[in-house]
């Protein structure tokens, strides 16, 4: 299993950012992905998750914001982040089984 996020960066609060995972050694149409994120000192929390049928759940705290979704010809799934906030910052993962991390991807807000 591989899975390989791209899309973070640096953006001013309120802005947008579209992050990507692109996933392989498995049937990812089958499965449930997630999205997690850490800031410095904190735990890992999840962000957002989709079904094999793009029903799809998110925390409190990114509902309204973030839009969570994926393309099984692509085999990758998707995060639109939008309205940006300085709490956002943080590393961001894709998951798949809870058992499988990709390396992640930083997304900076500034204020």
């Known amino acids: 299993v591989k899975l390989v996020e791209s899309g973070g960066g640096l953006v001013q609060a309120g802005g947008s950012l579209r992050l990507s995972c692109v996933a392989s050694g498995f049937i990812f149409s089958s499965y449930i992905m997630r999205w997690y994120r850490q800031a410095p000192g904190k735990e890992r929390e999840l962000v957002a998750t989709?079904?094999?049928?793009?029903?799809?759940h998110y925390a409190d705290s990114v509902k309204g914001r973030f839009t969570i979704s994926r393309d099984n010809a692509r085999n990758t799934v998707y995060l639109q982040m939008n309205s940006l906030k300085p709490e956002d910052t943080a590393v961001y993962y894709c998951?798949?089984?809870?058992?499988?991390w990709g390396k992640g991807t930083l997304v900076t807000v500034s204020s």
């Open positions: 989709i079904d094999r049928l793009s029903s799809t």
């Open positions: 998951n798949h089984r809870g058992d499988y």
